[in-house]
């Protein structure tokens, strides 16, 4: 499968990071953070299935394995052999993912708010049958709840309010196929394999990737770092780009 990569600037010859959206969430989601990089790197914005542009195909279907091989295929097409690759929860999955097995591709990884595995079977399918009741718009309390920390949607009038609305706007199809390869996804007790140098980062109030969960996934990853970043939840790239685009910076300059 292919993987629609949208570069953010025109920076030949520089190093490439790409960065990879959060489930129900548009490429805009690392705007913020990747504009403060862009000066000196080359830098992809990548997109999960049908979350920006339709799906093809009536009854999509579709691994986080196939996720991380179609974004290799992709980014290739476009002459990029190496990269850095920056995901945030299902995407933090892909990188993982990538890491495992994609090694050669990858200069090195930020893995944000993620896991080995997501929830259970009977979560997802919980959640599917919402979507398939309600919409994603029926998501949209529980999911705000999960991704910002208290008081960020009553202190920030225009990012929280502006993804939420991306979420409602997500095809339907588009987050049930992603939640559907979420199901399936497991990659417990394989971390220790993973050779890329790898930076984990946290959101403090994060309810389901706690930092504490977080921690365990960098104890198992050899070349490892974490960083927790305060008074954030699950999507802390949209709430504190400065801090976590200092991190990245960070962890990009010892690579």
């Not at 862009?38 to 009536?58: E, K, M, N, R, W």
């Not at 090195?108 to 919409?135: M, N, P, Q, Y």
Request: with cysteine; net charge negative.
């Amino acid at each position: 499968m292919r993987i629609s990569v949208h570069p953010l600037n025109d920076n030949p010859g520089s190093p490439v990071i790409v960065f990879g959206n959060a489930l129900g969430t548009r490429v805009s989601l690392w705007s913020a953070v990747a504009g403060r990089l862009a000066d000196d790197y080359q830098i992809y914005l990548s997109d999960l299935p049908g979350h920006t542009h339709p799906l093809t195909g009536d009854e999509p279907d579709f691994t986080i394995s196939e996720l991380a091989a179609g974004l290799v295929t992709s980014l290739a097409e476009q002459g990029v052999e190496k990269f850095t690759y920056c995901g945030v929860s299902i995407s933090g999955a892909i990188g993982l993912t990538l890491a495992l097995e994609h090694p050669d591709s990858l200069t090195g990884l930020i893995a944000c708010s993620t896991a080995a595995k997501f929830a259970t079977a009977e979560t997802w399918a919980e959640r599917i049958k919402d979507v398939e009741e309600d919409g994603t718009r029926g998501q949209l309390d529980d999911t705000a709840d999960r991704w910002f920390a208290a008081g960020f949607l009553t202190e920030d009038v225009a990012t929280g309010p502006a993804i939420l609305t991306d979420l409602a706007m997500v095809d339907d199809s588009a987050y049930i196929a992603c939640a559907r390869a979420l199901t399936r996804y497991d990659l417990t007790g394989r971390l220790e394999a993973i050779s890329t140098p790898t930076l984990f980062l946290a959101g403090a109030q994060d309810p389901s990737c706690t930092p504490e969960a977080m921690t365990q996934l960098s104890d198992q990853v050899a070349d490892s770092t974490i960083a927790v970043i305060p008074d954030a939840a699950h999507l802390s790239m949209a709430e504190h780009p400065d801090i976590v685009s200092d991190h990245i910076e960070g962890f990009l300059g010892r690579l």
